[in-house]
């Protein structure tokens, strides 16, 4: 079993940022992929981004990519995604999912069987 807790959201205003943490435990950190995705209100959950477990290979959704960066802290058992230059369309609860069978190249959200509660991300006009 693995713990998922993320921290970090909150109300930012367009162009402006934020980080979301994600801690996990109950597993060997460094042999999880870790993946970020978010759903907001009438639509499907979508993949954001992720990081591979070997060497910290990165993943992007094209809507993202040049404006998030997701990284890793193996020693502090914690993921992390820096978001900046946010548009309101990024509003969503952002959830982080990790496993250890999942390639860092993989979207679906159907492979990763550890995700965290969700933190609400609101970004105004």
């Known amino acids: 079993q693995v713990q998922v807790v993320e921290s970090g959201g909150g109300l930012v205003k367009a162009g402006g940022s934020l980080r979301l943490s994600c801690a996990a435990s109950?597993?060997?950190?460094?042999?999880?992929?870790m993946a970020w995705f978010r759903q907001a209100p009438g639509k499907e959950r979508e993949f954001v981004a992720s990081?591979?477990?070997?060497?910290?290979?990165?993943n992007y959704a094209e809507h993202v990519r040049g404006r998030f960066t997701i990284s890793r802290d193996n020693a502090k058992n914690t993921a992390y995604l820096q978001m900046d230059s946010l548009k309101p369309e990024d509003t969503a609860v952002y959830y982080c999912?990790?496993?250890?069978?999942?390639?860092?190249?993989?979207?679906?959200?159907?492979?990763?069987?550890?995700w965290g509660q969700g933190t609400q991300v609101t970004v105004s006009s």
């Open positions: 999912a990790s496993d250890w069978t999942v390639s860092y190249s993989y979207t679906g959200a159907r492979g990763y069987d550890y």
């Open positions: 109950g597993r060997t950190f460094s042999s999880l992929t």
């Open positions: 990081i591979g477990w070997n060497d910290g290979e990165t």
